[in-house]
């Protein structure tokens, strides 16, 4: 797995690219994660176009992530969600937590507005 992070103003975009799964692609994630949030980057954008399996460890840290940014007054969205991640989410009852946008432009307004 793959991540490209791109910070501006508050807010930390994390594009996933690959599996988003227990091991070391998960620790790669919490360590942008908690890296975006020690320079103060409240707000997460998380482009999931290129991540086509996600498992519950992977769920977890996307919902303790929003978690963690809503205590620093920042927030969560997701973006592109890929069929598989899309069905998931929904499945698990989590997607309605999350506010969830086709583009990351449009994301990333969200965020500043």
Same mark, same amino acid.
């Given at each position: 797995?793959?991540?490209? #992070?791109?910070? %501006?103003?508050?807010?930390?975009? $994390?594009?996933?690219?690959? +599996?988003?799964?227990?091991?070391?692609?998960?620790?790669?994630?919490?360590?942008? #994660?908690?890296? +975006?949030?020690?320079?103060?980057?409240?707000?997460? #954008?998380?482009?999931?176009?290129?991540?086509?399996? $996600?498992? /519950? %460890?992977? $769920?977890? %840290? $996307?919902?303790?992530?929003?978690?963690? &940014?809503?205590?620093?007054?920042?927030?969560?969205?997701?973006? /592109?969600? %890929?069929?598989?991640?899309?069905?998931?989410?929904?499945? #698990?009852?989590?997607?309605?937590?999350? &506010?969830?946008?086709?583009?990351?432009?449009?994301?990333? +307004?969200?965020?500043?507005?």
């Amino acid at each position: 797995m793959d991540l490209d #992070v791109l910070q %501006s103003g508050k807010t930390c975009t $994390i594009r996933i690219k690959g +599996a988003l799964k227990m091991g070391e692609q998960l620790d790669k994630f919490d360590a942008a #994660v908690r890296e +975006a949030f020690a320079t103060d980057h409240p707000f997460l #954008v998380l482009n999931l176009e290129a991540m086509p399996v $996600i498992d /519950s %460890s992977g $769920i977890g %840290s $996307i919902v303790n992530a929003l978690q963690q &940014s809503k205590k620093l007054g920042g927030d969560t969205k997701l973006v /592109s969600l %890929s069929p598989f991640a899309y069905k998931t989410f929904k499945m #698990v009852h989590i997607l309605n937590l999350f &506010s969830v946008f086709d583009a990351e432009a449009d994301a990333l +307004a969200a965020c500043v507005a």
